[in-house]
């Protein structure tokens, strides 16, 4: 099982594919990988972690498939963040969020 990493700060990523059809460059606030943690850990981790960032800050987070891509997103959504992007990437969800007003 991996471990939830955070990375640094500040990359530029596009925002083309997927769902959401915004066709722009997001900068990336902070990344977490949450490949192997199960929920409701997965949940919480990336919560904690929007919680520690600006409003209108971008996460990058990587989920497995199953019941973490099921849950992480819309519980997200519930606490008042946005989903700007959800695509499977090999064996895993890339999910871009969007801190919300919290």
Do not use: Q, Y
Not at 2 to 7: I, K, N, Q
Not at 39 to 55: F, K, V, Y
Not at 60 to 67: A, C, I, P, R, S
């Amino acid at each position: 099982m991996r471990r939830a990493e955070v990375e640094g700060r500040g990359a530029t990523v596009s925002a083309d594919g997927g769902s959401s059809g915004m066709g722009k460059d997001v900068e990336i606030a902070e990344r977490l990988d949450l490949e192997g943690v199960p929920c409701p850990h997965n949940t919480a981790r990336a919560a904690t972690t929007l919680l520690m960032m600006d409003e209108g800050e971008v996460l990058e987070l990587f989920v497995d498939d199953g019941e973490p891509i099921a849950n992480v997103p819309d519980s997200l959504e519930f606490e008042g963040h946005t989903v700007l992007l959800k695509e499977r990437v090999g064996s895993v969800w890339r999910l871009l969020v969007r801190r919300g007003e919290v």
